[in-house]
Protein backbone atom coordinates (compact mmCIF):
# COMPACT_ATOMS: atom_id res chain seq x y z
CA UNK A 1 0.00 0.00 0.00
CA UNK A 2 1.26 3.43 -0.64
CA UNK A 3 2.04 6.79 1.97
CA UNK A 4 -0.41 6.58 5.01
CA UNK A 5 -0.87 2.67 4.91
CA UNK A 6 0.54 0.76 7.84
CA UNK A 7 1.00 -3.20 7.32
CA UNK A 8 1.61 -5.66 10.90
CA UNK A 9 1.32 -9.26 10.51
CA UNK A 10 -2.02 -10.16 7.35
CA UNK A 11 -3.32 -6.61 8.68
CA UNK A 12 -3.37 -4.07 6.08
CA UNK A 13 -4.54 -0.52 7.03
CA UNK A 14 -5.28 2.88 5.40
CA UNK A 15 -7.35 5.96 6.79
CA UNK A 16 -10.57 6.08 5.48
CA UNK A 17 -14.32 7.67 6.09
CA UNK A 18 -16.86 4.98 6.42
CA UNK A 19 -19.92 7.46 5.80
CA UNK A 20 -23.06 5.21 7.68
CA UNK A 21 -25.58 7.87 7.78
CA UNK A 22 -24.93 11.50 9.00
CA UNK A 23 -22.01 12.56 9.79
CA UNK A 24 -19.12 10.21 8.25
CA UNK A 25 -16.82 8.35 10.83
CA UNK A 26 -13.36 9.31 10.16
CA UNK A 27 -10.57 6.30 11.51
CA UNK A 28 -8.87 3.23 10.14
CA UNK A 29 -9.58 0.57 7.66
CA UNK A 30 -8.30 -2.81 8.12
CA UNK A 31 -8.20 -5.94 5.87
CA UNK A 32 -7.81 -9.07 7.38
CA UNK A 33 -7.48 -12.25 6.10
CA UNK A 34 -11.40 -13.26 7.30
CA UNK A 35 -13.00 -9.84 7.41
CA UNK A 36 -12.63 -6.08 7.51
CA UNK A 37 -12.37 -3.71 10.70
CA UNK A 38 -13.21 -0.32 10.77
CA UNK A 39 -11.77 1.59 13.68
CA UNK A 40 -12.68 5.77 14.77
CA UNK A 41 -10.46 7.86 15.50
CA UNK A 42 -10.14 9.05 19.13
CA UNK A 43 -11.86 12.64 18.47
CA UNK A 44 -14.84 10.82 16.48
CA UNK A 45 -15.57 8.08 19.70
CA UNK A 46 -16.80 11.19 21.66
CA UNK A 47 -18.68 11.41 18.67
CA UNK A 48 -20.09 7.98 19.41
CA UNK A 49 -18.60 6.32 16.02
CA UNK A 50 -17.93 2.49 17.08
CA UNK A 51 -15.77 -0.83 15.82
CA UNK A 52 -16.92 -1.98 13.51
CA UNK A 53 -16.25 -5.50 11.65
CA UNK A 54 -17.26 -7.07 8.75
CA UNK A 55 -17.16 -10.87 7.60
CA UNK A 56 -16.76 -11.88 4.30
CA UNK A 57 -19.15 -14.11 4.75
CA UNK A 58 -21.65 -11.42 5.59
CA UNK A 59 -20.38 -9.03 2.15
CA UNK A 60 -22.49 -10.03 -0.52
CA UNK A 61 -21.37 -7.43 -2.96
CA UNK A 62 -18.60 -4.86 -3.50
CA UNK A 63 -19.62 -1.94 -5.41
CA UNK A 64 -17.44 1.12 -6.49
CA UNK A 65 -19.45 4.56 -6.64
CA UNK A 66 -19.05 5.87 -9.61
CA UNK A 67 -18.66 2.50 -11.58
CA UNK A 68 -15.67 3.92 -13.49
CA UNK A 69 -12.46 5.73 -12.71
CA UNK A 70 -13.06 9.83 -14.02
CA UNK A 71 -16.75 9.97 -13.71
CA UNK A 72 -18.37 11.97 -10.45
CA UNK A 73 -21.40 11.30 -8.57
CA UNK A 74 -23.87 14.05 -8.44
CA UNK A 75 -23.47 17.31 -5.65
CA UNK A 76 -20.19 16.54 -5.48
CA UNK A 77 -20.26 13.07 -3.55
CA UNK A 78 -16.54 11.40 -3.33
CA UNK A 79 -15.94 8.53 -4.96
CA UNK A 80 -16.36 5.05 -2.46
CA UNK A 81 -16.53 1.49 -2.09
CA UNK A 82 -19.91 0.45 -1.45
CA UNK A 83 -20.04 -2.79 0.92
CA UNK A 84 -23.34 -4.73 0.62
CA UNK A 85 -24.35 -6.80 3.75
CA UNK A 86 -27.29 -8.51 4.04
CA UNK A 87 -28.42 -6.11 6.93
CA UNK A 88 -27.43 -2.72 5.23
CA UNK A 89 -24.81 -1.02 2.99
CA UNK A 90 -21.29 0.59 4.19
CA UNK A 91 -19.83 3.47 2.11
CA UNK A 92 -16.12 3.81 2.74
CA UNK A 93 -14.47 6.86 1.10
CA UNK A 94 -10.49 7.07 0.74
CA UNK A 95 -8.60 9.73 0.13
CA UNK A 96 -6.43 7.84 -2.60
CA UNK A 97 -6.43 4.46 -3.44
CA UNK A 98 -9.98 3.54 -3.95
CA UNK A 99 -9.22 1.41 -6.98
CA UNK A 100 -6.35 -0.45 -5.29
CA UNK A 101 -8.98 -1.13 -2.00
CA UNK A 102 -11.21 -2.47 -4.21
CA UNK A 103 -8.75 -4.98 -6.15
CA UNK A 104 -7.32 -6.12 -2.46
CA UNK A 105 -11.28 -6.70 -1.04
CA UNK A 106 -11.63 -8.72 -4.07
CA UNK A 107 -8.78 -10.92 -3.99
CA UNK A 108 -9.18 -11.24 -0.09
CA UNK A 109 -12.64 -12.68 -0.42
CA UNK A 110 -12.00 -14.72 -3.38
CA UNK A 111 -9.14 -16.55 -1.14
CA UNK A 112 -11.31 -16.65 1.63
CA UNK A 113 -14.16 -18.39 -0.13
CA UNK A 114 -11.57 -20.87 -1.55
CA UNK A 115 -10.38 -22.00 1.69
CA UNK A 116 -13.70 -22.14 3.21
CA UNK A 117 -14.50 -25.32 0.03
CA UNK A 118 -11.88 -27.17 1.39
CA UNK A 119 -12.51 -26.92 5.28
Do not use: C
Amino acid sequence: MGRGSRSRGFTVGLSASLDSGWPARGGLLRLHDDHLSFIPSPMEKPLFARYIRIDFTEITAVQRHPEREGEYLPGGVSPRMRLITEERAYDVVFIRGLDDWMASVKERRYTWENRQRFL
